[in-house]
């Protein structure tokens, strides 16, 4: 389409540009030229000129500015108390007052004001009176008290620059209460302005002579919902036809885990659910519920951060204050008959377990996570990852102890092993140690990012001990190890394990740990149940348990200390711990039994024959502190029989705790460490370390302080662990040493080393009464053992060993070989008892 132009101005425009070319011709070019030069100059130098400088203000200034907020928070604050108080007292004795307030407003007189002989009951004198009736009976009633939130609110920020609530929100909110809350008051409580106020009460008859009283109900009603649901985001969950599953938390508390859906869905955002708990309780029902509000945050980065919200799971544990404590059941062991039920507990029938109160408490069991900390690190690492064309379609935190679970559901085509690699770029980003990245979670379809809580919380034993779960656990040997990051209470049994290798640098909590063992199964077990091997080459580790050497420890017969502390000492005793070991097999085999509990069992139903050798046979527990002390001073005269007991020693119920700094390959040799499934790992130096512990990574990725790993064979499953101090194990041990109990220590099998008891000649002045027949005992079994002679002739031990030695004196059984049996030199009776004939002459 052609373009109309106006000749009238083209014309014109000729004409002026023909002047303009009249007038250059007639100036001479060099005046041209330094006109032009001088316009460029122009150009440059207003580029170049400095910009104008604003004005700053100096140090005093500010220092002056500084001042007068401060003087002006301290009125706010002060005249918000005044306020206070002066309404306060008002709604006490405004009859009292009344007549005094009502005669100088109503006729102006204020010369009653400077009167002495008119008292008045108000805190704040006359003045205080006379500004209570003027803001409570002529103005806005109650609702006044919104002036003082106001004014403190303020004051606060001005004065000391703490922000209790958001100053503008506070004004909004305020402002509509001051006119909302005195129309409501004047229709619930009609004809009593003191509630009301004159403003309240005059805006209700207008409005009811407008809309009636129905009319007017509707309208605040309306009105107030209206504004708690612009101000407070009520999500109206109530509404919706499926409420999802409810799961009972604490008692009464509980948890719909549904996911609501968002109140705001952009279509160029993405949708996810974020769940803030309030906890409301319910008058009628006396239960507690947990609202859940939906919230979204506004997108600076639509793509990467805030098109995502973040789910948080509440932790879910049930615990009791405090649980029934087991009553001593006194029963006179006499009044047992072979028809009752063998019980071992009658030996000390008036033992009474420890109690709660012997143990603290150093944290509590509310979560001490913010919201703030959970929507930054979830921002922090969807950028993070978004940085890296990495996106996310789910994200949901669950609040541990000490470590908070971010689970990401990346979207469809990215690969694991992407996000996996990136370990190191989230830890930046977050600016925290201890970054740990789980891809994927096993038994779930997500990604978990394991990042430490800024304010971790100290696990109790004390809390853990209280819950049903380990009050009421049927486990053999059960013990509390700490708390899982769901919160939840993780209870393990070492009958199950069957033995236990802990590791981790120092200080990294591994004594604590072992503490915790202990004390668990002193809470649980009775000491007939449960025995202890304490081996402590440190010394002052495990010397808190010698209290207990009467109830729950066990040592060899000629043992001064009930704690083995002297390396020698310690190979007798786990040569000895062999001996017991073959014992109990022995007996094993004779009851027809595969393992201690089935052996137990029968022998509480009076199956088996005290007569012939039975017992009842306690747990033994063996702990070994710093095992990589004993191996370099004593090397495989520790590792031989330690190797014995980890590969055989669980069917009787013996069991290994062993904890050192780092189980390398000369420490723990293949053989030891294939029989120990469940390993403990704390907070190492390197991942060489880790995976000479788990056989992977993660130990060093820890933030130490109880922190820990715990290796099950393909799991691994991080806990907090519980801590509990000296002072509490002091109060424990002396709770259960003050009481009655055993006249010595379990005693464990003697053991003779062929250095320390040299063999002798025979002499037959000096031979057993039991001689001929223990020597025709082992011919006739072709078994040369102390347990033997010891179980059939029902000796003692020592004196079984006498006549052992005696026999290999005689030539009838041969020298000692550690954990076998002595070899039989006499295949039949009749040879034997011509061999007895010679040494009786």
């Known amino acids: 389409m052609a373009r109309a132009i106006n000749p009238g101005k083209t014309n014109t425009f000729r004409e002026e540009s023909k002047e303009e070319n009249i007038r250059e011709d007639s100036i001479p070019e060099p005046e041209i030229a330094a006109k032009k030069e001088k316009k460029k100059k122009e150009k440059v130098s207003e580029k170049t000129k400095p910009p104008k400088e604003k004005n700053i203000p100096t140090q005093k200034e500010l220092a002056h500015r500084e001042q007068r907020f401060r003087v002006v928070g301290l009125f706010f604050l ?49 003045i205080g009176a006379l500004t209570a009736y003027l803001f409570i009976s002529k103005w806005f009633g109650v609702a006044s008290f919104f002036f003082v939130i106001i004014l403190f609110n303020t004051g606060m920020k001005q004065f000391f620059h ?41 805006l209700n008859i207008s409005l009811t002579e407008f809309l009636g009283t129905s009319g007017l109900a509707m309208l605040l009603g309306f009105t107030g919902l209206s504004f708690f649901i612009l101000a407070f985001n009520i999500p109206f969950c109530w509404f919706r036809k499926n409420k999802g599953i409810v799961i009972p938390v604490e008692g009464n508390i509980s948890i719909p ?30 239960t507690k519920e947990i609202e859940l509000e939906l919230q979204v945050t506004e997108p600076p980065k639509p793509e990467l951060v805030s098109e995502l919200e973040i789910q948080i799971e509440t932790p879910v544990e049930t615990s009791i204050e405090k649980p029934v ?28 377990y420890p109690t709660l109160d012997l143990l603290s408490d150093y944290g509590t069991d509310a979560v001490n996570v913010r919201k703030e900390e959970l929507e930054a690190n979830k921002d922090k690492i969807v950028q993070t990852l978004g940085n890296y064309d990495i996106r996310i379609a789910k994200i949901k935190a669950t609040i541990g102890p000490a470590v908070t679970l971010y689970e990401i559901v990346p979207e469809a085509g990215v690969r694991i092993s992407r996000i996996k690699n990136l370990e190191d770029d989230i830890a930046l980003s977050l600016a925290a140690m201890g970054i740990r990245i789980i891809a994927p979670i096993p038994g779930k379809g997500t990604i978990g990012i394991e990042v430490p809580n800024q304010n971790p919380e100290i696990v109790s034993i004390k809390s853990l001990m209280a ?26 049994d070492l009958a199950k394990m069957p033995h236990l290798l802990m590791a981790g640098a120092t200080g990294q ?22 025995k202890f091997v304490l081996i402590d080459p440190k010394k002052v580790e495990l010397t808190l348990f010698n209290k207990l050497e009467r109830h729950f420890l066990a040592k060899l017969p000629d043992a001064e200390e009930s704690i083995i502390t002297d390396t020698k000492k310690v190979i007798r005793t786990l040569n000895s711990l062999n001996i017991e070991m073959d014992s109990r097999y022995d007996l094993l085999r004779d009851a027809q039994v595969r393992n201690i509990k089935e052996y137990n069992e029968k022998f509480f139903s009076r199956v088996l024959n005290p007569l012939d050798g039975h017992q009842f046979l306690p747990y033994i527990v063996i702990v070994i502190d710093e095992f990589a002390d004993l191996i370099m001073t004593a090397g495989r005269e520790i590792e031989t029989p330690l190797a014995r007991l980890a590969q055989l020693a669980r069917a009787t119920g013996i069991h290994l705790i062993i904890a050192t700094q780092r189980p390398s390959v000369n420490i723990i040799t293949g053989t030891i460490k294939a029989n120990f499934p469940a390993r403990i790992a704390f907070r190492v130096i390197s991942k060489i370390d880790s995976r000479t512990i788990l056989d992977s990574s993660g130990a060093d990725q820890l933030i130490g302080r109880g922190d820990m790993l715990l290796s099950t064979g393909s799991d691994l499953i991080r806990l907090q662990c519980a801590f509990v101090d000296t002072p509490e194990i002091d109060k424990v041990t002396e709770f259960i040493g003050s009481q009655r109990g055993y006249p010595e220590a379990f005693a464990l099998p003697e053991f003779y080393d062929e250095e ?30 102390t347990s033997l002679i010891q179980r059939k002739l029902k000796l003692g031990y020592n004196r079984a060993g006498r006549i052992i030695d005696q026999l290999e004196s005689a030539g009838i059984v041969g020298p000692f070989e550690g954990s076998k049996a002595r070899e039989v030199h006499y295949k039949d009776l009749s040879s034997l008892e011509e061999h007895l004939k010679l040494l009786g002459k």
């Open 325 to 352: 404590e087991r009553e001593p059941v006194i029963t006179d062991s006499s009044r047992q008959t072979i028809d009752t039920r063998y019980d071992p507990t009658l030996d000390l029938a008036s033992y009474r």
């Open 509 to 530: 909590g591994k004594s604590v740990g072992l503490n915790t063992i202990i004390t668990s199964l002193l809470y649980k077990k009775h000491p007939s149940q449960v």
């Open 467 to 492: 819950t049903e779960k380990f009050k009421n656990s049927t486990f053999e040997l059960p013990f509390v190890l700490g708390k899982t990051i769901a919160n939840e209470t993780f209870i393990a």
């Open 756 to 785: 320390s008891t040299p063999s002798k000649d025979f002499d037959a002045k000096e031979k057993d009464d039991f001689f001929a027949e223990a020597a025709r005992l082992v011919v006739t079994h072709q078994h040369g053992s």
């Open 257 to 286: 885990t549904e996911p609501l859906p968002n109140t705001v869905t952009p279509s160029d955002f993405l949708e996810m659910e974020v769940i803030r708990g309030n906890f409301m309780k319910d008058e009628e029902t006396n």
């Open 162 to 202: 703490i922000q209790i609530l958001p100053v503008l929100k506070t004004l909004e909110y305020c402002f509509w209460g001051i006119l909302w809350v005195p129309v409501l008051m004047s229709m619930v409580l009609p004809g009593d302005d003191l509630f009301s106020g004159v403003y309240g009460f005059q």
């Open 78 to 126: 002060l005249f918000s108390l005044y306020l206070l108080f002066s309404f306060t007292s008002y709604l006490l004795s405004w009859q009292s007052d009344f007549s005094f307030t009502d005669t100088i407003f109503k006729h102006f007189t204020f010369d009653r004001l400077f009167e002495n002989k008119i008292p008045v009951e108000n805190w704040m004198g006359k």
